[in-house]
């Protein structure tokens, strides 16, 4: 079950360009594996337990909860968070999706996106580690 979806309460740009690709996948994918690779120790340890997938645009299910009228997301965790998985529940997959269209439409300048992946996925980490909107948002990771 979703837990968050990310995007509808970020910057976003004014304008939605079409869907073109400002930077190629291979560029995104770069930039998600630098943001994977430049999180401290204790947190990428995480990652042991939730899968980083990129997607081009969330699923009508995925963008069902958004706070954007149009589901309109930039990430989403799906899976137990840590703090309420038990020994006797049969673990699912831990997902965290990245959706690419979005992010490159709403941040085209490679430092702005680059910068926007890494807050992506340490907003859906912080989920798999249990912490709620409401903290994130008094750490301004919302």
Not at 2 to 8: E, S
Not at 39 to 58: G, M
């Amino acid at each position: 079950m979703p837990l968050r979806r990310r995007g509808a309460q970020a910057r976003r740009h004014q304008d939605r360009r079409s869907a073109t690709e400002p930077t190629g996948p291979d560029a995104f994918e770069r930039h998600v594996a630098a943001a994977l690779e430049s999180l401290p120790l204790e947190i990428a340890k995480l990652l042991q337990t939730v899968a980083v997938v990129v997607d081009d645009l969330p699923t009508p299910e995925q963008a069902a909860g958004s706070d954007d009228p149009d589901g309109w997301l930039y990430g989403i965790y799906e899976g137990t968070p840590l703090i309420e998985w038990g020994a006797d529940q049969v673990p699912f997959p831990n997902v965290i999706t990245l959706f690419r269209i979005p992010l490159q439409e709403d941040f085209p300048d490679p430092a702005e996106l680059a910068y926007e992946i890494a807050r992506t996925v340490a907003h859906e980490l912080a989920h798999h580690a249990g912490i709620d909107d409401d903290r994130l948002h008094e750490l301004g990771y919302d």
